[in-house]
């Protein structure tokens, strides 16, 4: 599976950005994928995710109300509609896939970098 994200940019805070990524290969196999971020100096952490059949999204609390997931599987597409950005917001934001029911991320975009201006 190859994951190629898109959309990152530079927002002012209280903005809005939208990001894609876009899925290909083994498509079949994705039981999930999610976002996640990495600040500079900081450890990556999960943004949000979503069940590929069931369409079930899941947020991490520093985000819920703020961002939405959804997805696309015509066209193996994931999204992350980000309103209402604050500069802790900032990061490379990474869109992942996963093949487990059982949890954790087998394939990674490269990134797209978020830039917040407060």
């Known amino acids: 599976v190859q994951l190629v994200e898109s959309g990152g940019g530079l927002v002012q805070a209280g903005g809005s950005l939208r990001l894609s990524c876009a899925a290909s290969?083994?498509?079949?196999?994705?039981?999930?994928m999610g976002w996640f971020r990495q600040a500079p100096g900081k450890e990556r952490e999960f943004v949000a995710g979503?069940?590929?059949?069931?369409?079930?999204?899941y947020y991490a609390d520093s985000v819920k109300g703020r961002f939405t997931i959804s997805r696309d599987n015509a066209k193996n597409t994931v999204y992350l509609q980000m309103n209402t950005l604050k500069p802790e917001d900032a990061a490379v934001y990474y869109c992942?896939?996963?093949?487990?029911?059982?949890?954790?991320?087998?394939?990674w975009g490269q990134g797209t970098q978020v830039t917040v201006s407060s």
């Open positions: 979503i069940r590929w059949n069931s369409g079930v999204p």
């Open positions: 290969g083994r498509t079949f196999s994705i039981y999930a």
């Open positions: 992942a896939a996963s093949q487990r029911p059982s949890g954790g991320y087998d394939y």
